[in-house]
């Protein structure tokens, strides 16, 4: 099997996994009771749930032999960018929210093919599999405009529904100012982790030439 034979596939299992990931996690939804527009609304509205779907529409694209998607999805930077906030995604899970789960078998396999399966199998896709190198220097810059979204967003829909998707931004909690200060900090690790992945794609870019 080719290199770029062995790339396709591997990016397909990865996008299966993070889709199936995201699947659980709607069967669990619609097995509970309540409005589903509004839980379905909850579920996309984490960070987690909408990085996911970002890795399993860039492995998509990795997988196909040509087309826009996978121009897009091929670039360096792309790459990087979405290694950079799934890596995230993995690290704050271990770090902050290990006891945040859903409950059940489902919860279990969900939580674990989100948070560590779909993460692992990215990574090691960017790691093993070109094209590296070539990405600018502002681009860490460039990668903290969807973060910064989503944190926006989240305090939007949050003041008036009083509903915060982690407990490090809950505003009804903590206030605005520890809530400020924590997505402060958690932006400094994205844009430390950016420019340590734009050094390692460097390097990975000079092993490939």
């Known amino acids: 099997m080719t290199l770029r034979r062995t790339a396709q596939t591997a ?9 199936l990931g995201i699947l659980l996690h709607l069967v669990i939804v619609f097995g509970h009771p309540g409005e589903i527009g509004w839980r379905l609304v909850r579920l996309f509205s984490f960070f987690t749930i909408l990085t996911n779907l970002l890795v399993a529409v860039a492995a998509a694209g990795l997988a196909l032999p ?13 790459r990087a960018a979405v290694t950079l906030h799934i890596l995230v995604v993995a690290l704050i899970f271990h770090a902050l929210l290990r006891n945040m789960v859903q409950p059940g078998l489902l919860g279990w396999w969900g939580n674990m093919l989100v948070h560590q399966l ?3 199998a990215w ?14 220097r502002a681009a860490p810059l460039r990668w903290l405009i969807y973060p910064l979204l989503f944190a926006g967003w989240t305090l939007l829909h949050g003041a008036p529904s009083g ?11 903590l206030g605005y100012p520890a809530v400020l200060r924590n997505l402060a900090l958690i932006g400094l690790v ?20």
């Open 11 to 19: 990016h397909a299992l990865t996008a299966a996994l993070a889709i």
């Open 66 to 78: 040509r087309g826009r998607l996978h121009d897009w999805a091929a670039r360096p930077a792309s």
């Open 118 to 120: 779909a993460p692992a």
């Open 123 to 136: 990574t090691t896709c960017w790691l093993a599999f070109p094209a590296h190198g070539g990405i600018d």
């Open 163 to 173: 509903w915060y998707p982690y407990p490090f931004m809950d505003v009804a909690q």
């Open 190 to 209: 994205f844009l430390a982790l950016g420019y340590a992945l734009r050094w390692l794609d460097g390097r990975l870019g000079a092993r490939t030439m």
